[in-house]
């Protein structure tokens, strides 16, 4: 099991069970003896009672053995109190409440415990003591009480009934106290998967002085780990573009010596070709160095309004130029899950792809849907046929080598897109004719 | 026409500056910040090439600086910067075009070219007056579908004044347009250039206002 949550409540309510299971029947196993010890008791003052009127009586007259104990309850019929006396000459007494039943006869002269649990007359059953009495004139006298225990019976089945209810009204205590117990203990780990998460979009660090004692450390591992993090991705974008301009720089003298070259005859087809290659292959290079780093980079997270706002301006001029029309539509607030340099390198593609091949027409859509936004750019040029797109997609690859460009923005593009959990989906627009470029990128709530 | 160049590669400045003095400009370089950013402000440049990646200081506060000065003259950013994000950023600021390291130079002509064409306002890189054809993509004028040839700074006075058709210019507006900074500067000599080009092209083609200026009329 990989949740915390769960190892801890189902750790916790098991245990609770155990707790709880040994303490009712340590309890339930403290009041059963209790009670029957209470009930011994009694039958033992029951027992003295009736003996006590044999040694009065017996030896003179037996007969009155039951007027001697005297206890109306002897005398009901069935009451479930019983006594029976009897002498060495099988001469056996007993009270009223037996009518014509007769308790177990002793074993007498016989050196054995005398049964004591045994059906009574109304076949309930009951709990007997005797003893074995020899009166002053040596007669030899066995006396006998019984007592049903049907009510001892009831009284702890009632009050096994009690037990249980109060238990189970613990164990609903102790889960819910588990599942609050849990739930207090786990908000720091909460807090900062939620701090971590905004992090991302944030330019702000996680403080760890916030947290309990014993997550603090491991906050603060987290947190330098995160700084750090930043600050390769950060560098390595600064190394990148550093080492794109000391190159570009350079290969610009170069073309230009070549095509100088080149203009005056000199044959340099090759050496331009190779040029060409290099500064494909940086321009390739670049482009994944920056996908690969891009959702690493902070904060990730874009106004969509502004960076579309720009684009669509930059864009708009430039359509204006070209004598064709971009229009845009997008809602406001939206903040997406990218890197704004990311996202406006997607859309400055796309845009500068739809610029090339449109003939009139270039339209910027951005819908919310799915937890995010669906942005769209048609436009109402020739299109790629189906069986070219992913032709198109790869790195390198120009359907058309008379519009200037090196075939890498779409390549580039879904490399890009790919790294934020993106994709890049081309087909044919449906009322424009031309290409439609798609991609969906996650939102981002807003910070309260 | 006029051109700052801003570059601080040695090299590649040499080679954009003698392609754009080949093709009639008069050029400045500044190879920092701080020196480009008072020759832009200082001078009436007919447009301005301008590289980013700059020492003293960068291009981009270089060219925020020129447009919070009132500098209008056209600006082409040519950057290794090549993120769209960089290219907006640059338009935003006020460049007008964003060429990207590295670059084709007839692209650049053709860039520049076409910057000044807008800043003056003229659709058409071939201008024609009567039977005077100038095209100034290849910088060849015909007259009556002959050739004519014509000096670098006959060509840069006749494509000012064709850039500027409809408008009285002065010698001394002139004279600033077809020098760079430190050429020798003597407004008698854009008379005699102007004379040149009247036995060259014919007496109709430019008007004198004497003791203001010239004037090629505008297109009818």
Request: charged residues 20%.
């Amino acid at each position: 099991m990989t949740s915390l949550r769960g190892r801890a409540v189902i750790g916790g309510i098991l245990w609770a069970a155990v707790t709880i299971l040994l303490g009712f029947a340590g309890l339930q196993s403290f009041v059963d003896q209790g009670a029957e010890e209470r009930f011994d008791e009694l039958l033992l003052t029951r027992l003295s009672q009736v003996v006590t009127a044999v040694e009065n009586v017996a030896a003179t007259n037996p007969e009155a053995i039951a007027g001697a104990v005297g206890d109306p309850v002897f005398m009901r019929s069935m009451s479930g109190l019983y006594w029976q006396v009897e002498n060495e000459l099988g001469q056996v007494f007993r009270s009223a409440s037996l009518d014509d039943h007769v308790l177990p006869r002793p074993r007498l002269l016989v050196d054995a415990a005398p049964n004591d649990r045994f059906l009574g007359p109304m076949g309930d059953p009951v709990r007997a003591m005797s003893r074995y009495l020899t009166l002053d004139g040596g007669s030899l006298w066995h006396v006998q009480v019984a007592k049903s225990i049907r009510g001892l019976q009831q009284e702890l089945a009632q009050l096994r009934e009690i037990m249980l209810t109060a238990f189970t009204f613990v164990i609903v205590i102790g889960v819910v106290g588990a599942l609050l117990q849990v739930t207090v203990a786990l908000r720091p780990i909460e807090k900062l998967r939620r701090d971590v998460q905004q992090r991302w979009t944030s330019e702000g660090g996680l403080d760890h002085g916030k947290y309990p004692e014993e997550v603090a450390p491991l906050v603060y591992d987290i947190d330098t780990l995160l700084t750090r993090n930043r600050e390769i991705v950060q560098q390595s974008r600064k190394q990148a573009a550093d080492l794109g301009h000391a190159i570009k720089t350079p290969a610009a003298i170069m073309r230009n010596e070549l095509d100088a070259l080149a203009r005056a005859g000199q044959p340099v087809g090759e050496a331009i070709a190779a040029l060409d290659r290099l500064d494909a292959q940086l321009k390739r290079a670049f482009g994944r160095m920056r996908a690969q780093t891009g959702i690493a980079a902070l904060p990730a997270v874009t106004e969509m309004d502004r960076s579309l706002g720009r684009m669509v301006c930059a864009f708009g001029d430039m359509a204006a130029q070209r004598n064709l029309t971009l229009t845009a539509d997008y809602p406001p607030g939206q903040r997406l899950r990218m890197d704004p340099t990311d996202l406006e390198e997607v859309l400055g593609n796309l845009l500068d792809n739809a610029l090339k091949w449109a003939s009139t027409a270039i339209r910027l859509t951005a819908i919310p849907q799915a937890g995010g936004v669906t942005i769209t750019i048609e436009d109402d040029g020739p299109g790629i046929p189906p069986d070219q797109i992913a032709l198109a997609m790869g790195s390198g690859q120009r359907l058309d080598i008379a519009k200037p460009g090196t075939g890498l923005g779409l390549s580039i593009t879904a490399d890009l897109l790919q790294a934020y959990g993106s994709a890049l989906l081309l087909d044919q627009s449906a009322d424009l004719g031309g290409l439609r470029a798609r991609f969906h990128l996650q939102s981002v709530q807003a910070q309260g | 026409m006029r051109i700052l160049l801003v570059e601080d590669e040695p090299v590649l400045a040499q080679q954009i500056n003698t392609v754009l003095v080949t093709e009639g400009y008069a050029v400045d370089i500044a190879d920092d910040g701080i020196a480009a950013e008072a020759l832009g402000v200082s001078q009436p440049y007919d447009t301005i090439v301008l590289d980013m990646g700059l020492p003293g200081r960068d291009g981009m506060q270089v060219l925020k600086n020129w447009r919070a000065a009132g500098m209008r003259a056209p600006v082409l950013i040519l950057s290794a910067r090549d993120g769209w994000t960089e290219r907006v950023d640059g338009l935003d600021a006020g460049a007008d075009d964003y060429l990207i390291k590295p670059f084709h130079m007839p692209e650049l002509s053709a860039r520049l070219r076409a910057m000044i064409r807008r800043k003056s306002e003229q659709a058409s890189p071939v201008f024609e007056r009567d039977d005077v054809v100038f095209d100034s993509r290849i910088n060849q004028v015909m007259v009556a579908g002959q050739g004519i040839s014509l000096t670098a700074q006959e060509m840069a006075v006749l494509s000012y004044l064709f850039h500027h058709a409809g408008r009285l210019v002065s010698r001394t507006e002139l004279s600033q347009h077809i020098y760079h900074h430190d050429g020798a500067r003597e407004s008698n000599t854009i008379a005699v250039f102007i004379n040149r080009l009247r036995k060259k092209l014919g007496d109709s083609l430019i008007d004198t206002v004497r003791g203001r200026g010239y004037m090629i009329k505008a297109p009818e």
